[in-house]
């Protein structure tokens, strides 16, 4: 288990863990989308309302939504491009949340470190043309059974399971 998230109501562990990081991407991508496209919408507005001067007064209700828009966008994505950031650095170093409140045991090596590209695979599948897919197909599904992990022996160098 990685942790409980309110969010989504359920435990993020090794069979769902490729959803939750998802769910953080495409929330980015939205929100990142609907600034843009405010802003766009905004700059028309502009545009026509300078072109237009004489058809009629400017639309507050409209110029008032979209600025909210943004606003709250903006607001939202301040928050949420940190904590997409964090959990994708937990994922390329093969670590967890509750792994990072342990504090004794905390060490800059994790023996569990595989390299980036073994640790995304073990969570996102090796076909990396699936990664984006929110199910899990034959070829796409998570490394390993949850429960034994591939270790990587700082001393030697060498991988075992």
Partial sequence: MDHHCPWINNCVGFYNRKFFIQTLIY???CLIILIVHSIVHLT???LEFNHYQIAGPIDYVDWGCGIAMITFTAVLLAG???FTRFHWHLL???STTIETMDVANRTEDSRYDLGALRNIQ???GVTSWLWW???H???SCP???GVRWRRHYLATGTESV
């Fill in 92 to 94: 390329v170093v093969n």
């Fill in 143 to 145: 490394q390993g059974d």
């Fill in 80 to 82: 949420l491009i940190p």
């Fill in 133 to 135: 897919l929110p199910m």
């Fill in 44 to 46: 028309d507005a502009a």
């Fill in 122 to 124: 073990q969570v996102f």
């Fill in 137 to 139: 197909v034959y070829l």
């Fill in 27 to 29: 929330a980015n991508v």
